[in-house]
């Protein structure tokens, strides 16, 4: 018999938004399944087109947004810029970009965190869970 306690700490929806699944994917693997011991674990939602990302926020359950800044037809940071401006509680948003002079960009877009391509899965996780730990704090009842 195990004396060990079980989790019933919900998962963290994070929303990847790229329209390449191999940078989805690249994204998935880089973070695993709780990128930090002290937050959650990460329930994927993977996302291709703008509209479904925005369909998706407005269901008001996502945690935290990664976009890919490359993403075609509508660039990630053009989908931060409207999430930041359009949605409600928006989550904390992780910018994945190709180029370090992209940077101003992102400041842009008002996201919260930055990452360069390529990924650096140590860099990616750690920015991830520093964001997912902001949305926590950000939920918890006012004193």
Partial sequence: MSTAPESTESPMKVLVYSDDANTRAQIRMAVGRRPAADVP???????????????RLDEGDIDVL???????PAGGLGVCRQAKDEVYDCPPVLAIIARRDDGWLAT??????????????????TALAGLMRRRAESRLPAL
């Fill in 41 to 55: 674990r990460v329930e994927f939602v993977e996302i291709a087109t703008q509209p479904a990302v925005v369909a």
């Fill in 66 to 72: 990664v976009v890919d800044a490359e993403a075609q």
């Fill in 108 to 125: 842009w877009s008002r996201a919260d965190a930055v990452v360069s391509l390529p990924l650096d899965p140590m860099a990616l996780a």
